[in-house]
């Protein structure tokens, strides 16, 4: 079977996604059948773990990791119990792979290197197709460059029948292989943005339930958009002196660092000023001030509730955020009407507590915008539909968290998603 060419669909579509294997298959897809039998890649292990020292040229050996494979126009699943993804491989100095990494250029054969059939013959554990893989009768290595430096390399192999590569099938796959290293470059960003994202996300979560004295705790979350984007949502939930239990909603306007900043400052700082014992309205007043000098908190809104299971009394408190929402018993759910108080951060917040009397079983919600307000509609109504869905949902309060979640979902939220539910218990 003859081979000369890259496949121009596949190769049309590296880059186009921010994902490292899904760029490794889309590599892969490029080269494997039409422009040889099989292909693999490969990427450095340091390089993946962001080590900043540079490599040794001297090294004993280097450490790879497999990204995709494909043997003809079968799926990298096929060959998995051989050449299983993320394995991390160990190839000494004298491999054809290490002199491409240290040389910066592919590395052409004509056959399997004694390294390679030794690792292959004992990976395959008597599979009869490794025999057809140890037949190549053209074998090339070509490194991926970023900025001069080799961060891995792409294998391409063809077997008998096949014309061996020559210059023009390697200037080929070299160009191919700046392109791709390039996108798996910015798919490595990608990813430790990602990662960083969901490690501060995951820091401002409170426990998944919460138990307090006459009071459980739930909540629920959505981000807006991309999993790997930090929006301004932030909520906690803190056990006070005297058995209290403070829980407070918050949203700092926009996504992306700022925002991740902002909510990091006043959450700390809420959690300090609950610690203080300090008293709801003075705690906002407080948590005012810190906005007005924090980068990216001005207008951030947010509602306070302190539950008081001795005196079966919930005090209530916000600054520019939606209504919280009750259901007292089997009863109804109503809105609870607060006084006004603007955001924070404008050095003007002022606002009067509602201090609500619990004498029997109740569910708080608080919540943000993005559950109730749309571009389409006043939040007014939103809040009113939350407030039905409020009504019928049953079951524990994480059960109807996440009822409530689905119930207001969008395809496509425009906003963080955030539900901070408790079930209060009067004194008996």
Do not use: K
């Not at 000369?4 to 579509?13: D, F, K, Y």
């Not at 020292?53 to 043997?71: G, Y």
């Not at 539909?385 to 939220?413: E, Y």
């Amino acid at each position: 079977m003859p081979h000369h060419r890259l496949a121009p669909t596949a190769a049309a579509v590296l880059g186009s996604v921010l994902d490292l294997h899904l760029t490794g298959g889309h590599l892969v897809g490029a080269v494997a059948p039409e422009f040889c039998d099989a292909a693999s890649v490969y990427l450095l292990e340091r390089w993946l773990a962001e080590d900043a020292a540079p490599p040794t040229p001297d090294a004993p050996a280097i450490e790879a990791r497999r990204l995709a494979v494909r043997v003809g126009a079968d799926a990298s699943e096929d060959w998995g119990g051989i050449f299983p993804i993320d394995e991390v491989v160990v190839f000494p100095r004298d491999t054809p792979y290490a002199r491409a990494l240290a040389d910066g250029r592919p590395q052409l054969l004509g056959g399997v290197d004694p390294h390679t059939a030794d690792r292959l013959t004992r990976s395959g554990r008597g599979d009869t197709r490794i025999d057809g893989l140890l037949r190549t009768a053209s074998f090339l290595v070509v490194p991926l460059l970023l900025r001069g430096t080799a961060v891995g390399f792409l294998v391409c192999t063809r077997g008998p029948g096949a014309r061996s590569f020559d210059r023009v099938d390697i200037a080929a796959a070299e160009t191919l292989a700046a392109r791709a290293a390039i996108s798996l470059d910015n798919a490595r960003l990608y990813e430790r943005e990602r990662r960083t994202a969901l490690a501060i996300r995951n820091s401002l979560l409170p426990a998944a339930a919460t138990s307090a004295p006459g009071c459980r705790v739930a909540h629920a979350y959505q981000p807006a958009g991309s999993a790997g984007v930090v929006g301004g949502d932030w909520f906690d939930v803190m056990i006070r002196p005297s058995g209290r239990v403070g829980l407070i909603v918050g949203d700092a306007m926009g996504h992306g660092p700022e925002a991740a900043v902002a909510m990091i400052q006043l959450r700390t700082a809420v959690r300090t000023l609950a610690a203080l014992d300090t008293a709801p309205q003075e705690l906002l007043r407080h948590l005012d001030a810190l906005a007005a000098d924090t980068p990216g908190a001005s207008f951030a809104t947010c509602l306070y509730a302190e539950w008081d299971p001795a005196a079966g009394l919930c005090t209530l408190i916000g600054a520019g955020h939606p209504p919280p929402l009750v259901r007292v018993g089997g009863g109804r759910t109503s809105v609870v009407s607060l006084s006004a108080g603007l955001p924070l951060g404008l050095g003007s917040w002022a606002a009067e507590p509602t201090v609500l009397p619990i004498r029997e079983p109740t569910l708080l919600l608080l919540y943000t915008d993005g559950l109730v307000e749309s571009r389409h509609e006043d939040i007014d109504i939103g809040i009113l539909r939350l407030a039905h869905h409020l009504n019928a949902a049953r079951g524990t309060p994480q059960a109807i968290c996440d009822t409530l979640l689905r119930l207001t979902a969008d395809r496509a939220p425009a906003d963080d998603r955030t539900l901070l539910l408790a079930e209060l218990s009067p004194p008996t």
